[in-house]
C-alpha cells in the first residue's frame, strides 16, 4: 500500500499521460481491484464519492437581503412618513408592496443554487466493481481511487477513470464537453497537453457509455473529479448584478438625495423666511416628501416584468429570474453553445461522394425527410442512381442501431451516427425491414478503435453472399483494391481523388466515413478481418455533421442587425466549430480561439481577442467562465447559452444565463436565469426584442408617473413661498400617486414593441435611467401641471370658494392632466395623435375607464369626502380641469414636434 499522501495527490496527476501499468502502481492496485479493507481504509481517507452540498443560506438572512435596495429604502421612508401623518393605510398598503417584492425575490433566489443539487444528482447511484477479486455492485458512494470499474453500454460513469481495458467503447460525453458525437475510446496513454475532448484514455464521471464494455481504475472521487471541480466552480461563482437594477440604484440614490434636500429646502424657508412653525413646517416636509416619492413605481417595476414573463413564456422562453425579462432587452454579447444550441444536437447525413455521385441530403435529425439531390441543387442523374442505392443499402444493412418514431418525433436507439446513416437510406427510398429480410446477416466484425471500421457478411437474394464495410476513410481505403465506377463496374482505386474528396467533406466540418463491398461466390462460415483486405470495392463517402438550425441562421443575422455580437464557444473541435460557425454568419473574419490558446493568454490579452475574436472551440468551462469575464469587463451585457453541465458555470456567471429545456441538463437548467422550451436560437433573439420592448414601457411608465410627483411636490413648494394654504393635501397626495399608479402607469406595461426596437444598437451598461431629455420632459410637465393646478386653486379661493371644493379641483385638474399625459407617453419621440395613438392600447383605455369612477367617487362619495377632504363639483369646474389637462397634451405634443424637426436637420 502506498503512503497515504501519495494516495491524496492523485487526482492531480496527468493520468491519460500515464500507461494502465504505470495507474495501478501510482494507486497501489491491481487489473483484479482492491481488497474490501484496502476500500475501506481508503474511504475513511478520501471520504464518500459524492459531492458536498454547499454551505446554506438561512431563509431568514435570504429574505433580509431582499431589502438591501436603495429604492426599497425610499419606499420603506414613505411608509415611516405615512404613519407620522396618521395615514396607517396608506402605511400599510406601501409596506405589502414592499413585502411582496422581497418575497418574490426570495423564492427566485432560493431555486437558484439548486443547480449544484442538479449537478450532484447526475452521480451514477451503482458501480460494477473488483473487490477481493471478485465481480460485485457497491453504491457508487463506497468508490475510492484505485478500485476497478467494470462498464458496459447504457451504464453512467460513477467516477473518473483511467480506461484499462476496452472493447468498442464510444462515450457520449457531451454535457461534459460539448461534443454531440459519442467519442471512440481505447487503453492506450496519450500525450499530457491533451485536452479534456481529446482524453480518449479516460472516461469521467456522468457521462454515458453509448457502446462497448471497458474496465477503468477510479483515479477521482467526489470533489476530485471533472464534474466536482465544475460543482466546485459554480459554487464559487458570483451573480452579476443586472444593468437595470444597477440603473434603479443610481436614480434611486438620485431621487432620494434630491427629495432630502428639497424637503430641507421647504422646511428652511418655510420656518425661517416665512416664519411658520416648526412644528408646521416639519408635516409640510414630509409631506412634501410623500408627494416626491414614487410609491407605486416597484410594483410597477415587478407587474411589467410579470407581463413580460408571461409574453416570453408564449415563445417558449421561460423565465426564472425576474430581472432576466429586461436584461434580455440590454444583451451586447450573446456567447452561444454550438451543440443543441445553434445546432439540432442530432448527427444528420449532409453529403454524398462517390464516382459520378456528387450530392447534398436535404433535412435535418433524425426524421427521414429531405431529398437526395446534386450539388447543384438539381435532380440526381439516373445514372448516379444505381451507386446512391448500394451506398443506401450498405448504410442500412451495417448498422446495429434503430429509428423509431414516438409522439412524432424521430428517436435513435444506438450510436447517433448509425442513426444518421439508417435515416439515409430511408430518405434514399430503402425499408428497413425489407433490407434485412432479404440480406439476412450472417456474421459481423463489431467496430472497435483498434481497427476503426465495422464488417457485416450477408446473404445475397442473388445468391452468394456480399461483406459490406464502413468505418474511417484511412481504414477502409487501406483494405480497398478497387472502386466502384459510375457505370457499376469495378475500377483502378483512385487514391489521390479519393483524399481530395476526403479532404472537401472535412472542410465543411462533417466527419467522412467510408463505406465499400465485396461480393463473394460462396457464403464463407464466419467473418473475419483477413477476408477484408484486398477484396473491398470502395463505394463512396458520406459527409455527416450536427447541422446548424434552419431557424438559427436568421436569428444570428437579426441579432447582428440589433447591434448584438454572436460569440460560438463550445468544447468541439475547431474545423467543426469554424464550419459551423461559416455556415451561421458567425465570426465572418475566420479566426478561430481554442482553449489551448486561452490557457496560454493572462486576463488582459485575453480581453483583447474577445473585441476581434467570435469563433472559441475545445474550450473547458473554466474557458467559458473567463471568456464571459473578459466580455464583462470589456463593459458588455453578456447573455450566454447552453445545455450541459460544462456551461452552468457561465451560465451562472453571465448577465443572462439561457439554458435549453428539452435537451439541456438539470445543471445548465437550474444555473440559468432563462430557459428555452425549445431549445431554439431564435427564440432568443425573440426574447431580446421582447426585452427590449419590456424595458421601453418600463421607462414609459416612470417618465409616466414622475411628473405626478413632481407636480405635488412643485404645489406645495409654491404654496410655502407664496405664503398661501396647501392646495393639495398629504392625503390626497397618497391617493393621486396610488390610483395614478395602479389605473394608467400600469397600462403602459401593455404597449406594442416600437417598429425601430431592433434597429436601435443596445444601450450602454451604464446609461442613466432617466437620460437628460426625459428629464427635460418630467420637468415640462411637471411645471406645466403645476402651474394649471395652482392657478386653478388660486383662481377658486379668491371667489370665495371653499377650500375642500377648490384643492378638489386642483387635484383633479392633476388627475386629468395625467390622464392626456398618458396618450403622449405611447411614444417618447413618434407622435401620439390619430386614431391608433388614441386606441392601440386597450388596457389604457380600461385604465382611463377605472381612474374617472375612482375619481368621481373621490368627489362625490360621501365616505370619501369625509376621509379625503374633498367637495362636489360642477360643469363649470370639470370643463376647467379639462381644459388645464389639455394643454398638458398640446405642450408635450409640440416638443415632439420641435424635437423630430431638429432630428430630420440633423439627419441631413
Not at 430557459?675 to 432568443?684: C, E
Not at 450602454?764 to 401641471?785: E, P, T, Y
Not at 392633476?814 to 395623435?833: D, E, H
Amino acid at each position: 500500500m502506498v503512503e497515504q499522501t501519495t494516495v491524496r495527490e492523485a487526482p492531480q496527476r496527468p493520468w491519460h499521460a500515464c500507461s494502465s501499468e504505470e495507474a495501478l502502481t501510482a494507486l497501489d492496485s491491481s487489473p483484479r481491484g482492491l481488497a474490501e479493507a484496502e476500500a475501506a481504509a481508503r474511504l475513511r481517507s478520501h471520504g464518500a464519492n459524492r459531492l458536498a452540498p454547499p454551505r446554506p443560506v438561512s431563509p431568514l438572512l435570504r429574505f433580509l437581503r431582499q431589502f438591501d435596495n436603495v429604492l426599497i429604502y425610499v419606499l420603506l421612508a414613505s411608509a415611516v412618513t405615512s404613519v407620522l401623518l396618521g395615514h396607517y393605510v396608506d402605511a400599510t398598503v406601501i409596506l405589502a408592496v414592499t413585502v411582496l417584492n422581497a418575497l418574490v425575490g426570495f423564492i427566485q433566489e432560493g431555486k437558484a443554487e439548486s443547480a449544484l443539487a442538479a449537478i450532484r444528482n447526475m452521480l451514477s447511484p451503482h458501480a460494477l466493481v473488483y473487490r477481493d477479486g471478485h465481480r460485485r455492485e457497491i453504491a457508487a458512494e463506497a468508490l475510492v481511487p484505485g478500485d476497478v470499474v467494470l462498464l458496459s453500454s447504457g451504464d453512467k460513469v460513477p467516477a473518473d477513470l483511467r480506461l484499462l481495458h476496452v472493447k468498442n467503447l464510444r462515450v457520449q460525453e457531451a454535457a461534459l464537453t460539448g461534443e454531440a458525437e459519442a467519442v471512440d475510446k481505447h487503453a492506450a496513454a496519450i500525450e499530457a497537453a491533451a485536452t479534456l475532448g481529446d482524453r480518449s484514455c479516460m472516461a469521467y464521471s456522468g457521462t454515458l457509455i453509448a457502446t462497448g464494455q471497458a474496465a477503468g481504475l477510479v483515479i477521482a472521487t467526489g470533489t476530485h473529479t471533472e464534474i466536482g471541480r465544475i460543482s466546485t466552480l459554480l459554487a464559487r461563482v458570483g451573480s452579476t448584478t443586472t444593468p437595470l437594477l444597477e440603473q434603479i440604484n443610481r436614480f434611486g440614490r438620485w431621487l432620494t438625495l434630491l427629495i432630502l434636500a428639497i424637503a430641507a429646502a421647504t422646511f428652511a424657508v418655510g420656518a425661517l423666511w416665512r416664519g411658520y412653525a416648526l412644528s408646521d413646517m416639519f408635516m409640510a416636509a414630509v409631506g412634501l416628501a410623500v408627494a416626491a416619492i414614487p410609491e407605486g413605481l416597484p410594483a410597477i417595476m415587478s407587474i411589467t416584468f410579470a407581463l413580460g414573463m408571461q409574453r416570453m413564456a408564449a415563445h417558449h422562453a421561460i423565465v426564472r429570474r425576474m430581472p432576466a425579462v429586461e436584461t434580455l432587452g440590454s444583451v451586447t454579447v450573446i456567447c452561444s453553445d454550438k451543440t443543441g444550441t445553434l445546432t439540432q444536437n442530432a448527427m444528420t447525413v449532409k453529403s454524398l461522394s462517390a464516382d459520378g455521385l456528387q450530392a447534398r441530403v436535404d433535412g435535418v435529425g433524425y426524421a427521414p425527410q429531405g431529398a437526395i439531390v446534386g450539388d447543384d441543387g438539381q435532380p440526381l442523374a439516373a445514372s448516379a442512381q444505381s451507386t446512391l442505392q448500394q451506398l443506401a443499402r450498405i448504410a442500412e444493412l451495417c448498422n446495429d442501431a434503430q429509428l423509431r418514431e414516438r409522439d412524432g418525433a424521430w428517436q435513435v436507439e444506438g450510436d447517433p451516427t448509425e442513426g444518421a446513416l439508417l435515416c439515409l437510406a430511408r430518405k434514399a427510398g430503402l425499408d428497413t425491414a425489407s433490407e434485412r429480410s432479404a440480406w439476412p446477416r450472417l456474421d459481423s466484425i463489431p467496430f472497435e478503435s483498434e481497427h476503426r471500421y465495422m464488417a457485416t457478411l450477408h446473404a445475397s437474394p442473388h445468391g452468394g453472399a456480399e461483406i459490406y464495410v464502413k468505418g474511417a476513410p484511412e481504414a477502409v481505403l487501406a483494405m480497398c483494391a478497387s472502386q466502384r465506377r459510375a457505370d457499376g463496374d469495378s475500377g483502378v482505386l483512385d487514391a489521390a481523388v479519393w483524399q481530395a474528396h476526403i479532404d472537401a467533406l472535412a472542410a465543411r466540418g462533417q466527419r467522412v466515413l467510408a463505406l465499400a463491398r465485396c461480393a463473394l461466390a460462396e457464403v464463407p462460415q464466419v467473418l473475419t478481418p483477413a477476408q477484408l483486405h484486398g477484396c473491398l470495392q470502395l463505394v463512396g463517402l458520406l459527409g455527416i455533421m450536427d447541422p446548424p438550425r434552419p431557424e438559427a441562421m436568421a436569428a444570428v443575422q437579426r441579432c447582428q442587425s440589433a447591434g448584438v455580437r454572436v460569440k460560438m464557444i463550445t468544447g468541439d473541435h475547431a474545423a467543426t466549430a469554424c464550419a459551423i460557425a461559416h455556415e451561421l454568419g458567425i465570426g465572418r473574419n475566420g479566426r478561430v480561439l481554442s482553449g489551448a490558446e486561452i490557457e496560454t493568454l493572462d486576463e488582459a490579452a485575453l480581453r483583447a481577442q474577445v473585441r476581434e475574436v467570435d469563433v472559441y472551440a475545445r474550450a473547458s468551462p473554466e474557458h467559458k467562465l473567463r471568456l464571459v469575464s473578459a466580455l464583462q469587463a470589456e463593459g458588455e451585457v453578456v447573455a450566454m447559452t447552453g445545455d450541459g453541465v460544462n456551461d452552468a458555470p457561465a451560465l451562472k456567471r453571465a448577465d443572462v444565463g439561457v439554458a435549453m429545456g428539452d435537451k439541456g441538463t438539470e445543471a445548465a437548467k437550474e444555473a440559468a436565469a432563462v430557459v428555452l422550451a425549445d431549445d431554439n436560437f431564435a427564440t432568443i433573439a425573440r426574447a431580446v426584442e421582447e426585452g427590449r420592448t419590456i424595458y421601453d414601457n418600463l421607462k414609459k411608465a416612470i417618465v409616466f408617473s414622475l411628473p405626478t410627483n413632481g407636480a405635488q411636490a412643485c404645489v406645495i413648494l409654491a404654496a410655502i413661498l407664496f405664503g398661501v394654504s396647501l392646495p393639495i393635501t398629504p392625503v390626497q397626495i397618497l391617493w393621486v400617486n396610488m390610483v395614478v399608479a395602479v389605473a394608467l402607469s400600469l397600462a403602459l406595461a401593455f404597449e406594442p414593441a416600437e417598429a425601430d426596437v431592433m434597429s436601435r444598437p443596445p444601450r450602454r451598461r451604464d446609461a442613466a435611467l432617466i437620460d437628460g431629455f426625459l428629464a427635460w420632459r418630467v420637468a415640462l410637465v411637471s411645471v406645466v401641471q403645476t402651474i394649471g393646478c395652482l392657478l386653478l386653486y388660486l383662481n377658486e379661493t379668491a371667489a370665495g370658494v371653499a377650500p375642500e371644493a377648490a384643492r378638489t379641483l386642483a387635484v383633479n385638474s392633476l388627475v386629468v392632466g395625467q390622464i392626456f399625459y398618458l396618450f403622449n407617453s405611447r411614444y417618447t419621440i413618434a407622435p401620439s395623435s390619430g386614431w391608433a395613438g388614441l386606441t392601440g392600447n386597450r388596457v389604457a383605455l380600461l385604465g382611463v375607464g377605472t381612474l374617472l369612477l375612482l375619481q368621481l367617487a373621490f368627489t362625490y362619495a360621501p365616505p370619501m369626502q369625509a376621509l379625503l377632504g374633498t367637495a362636489a363639483l360642477g360643469l363649470r369646474e370639470w370643463l376647467m380641469a379639462i381644459g388645464v389637462g389639455f394643454s398638458v397634451y398640446v405642450v408635450v405634443e409640440l416638443e415632439k414636434w420641435t424635437l423630430r424637426r431638429r432630428l430630420a436637420r440633423h439627419a441631413a
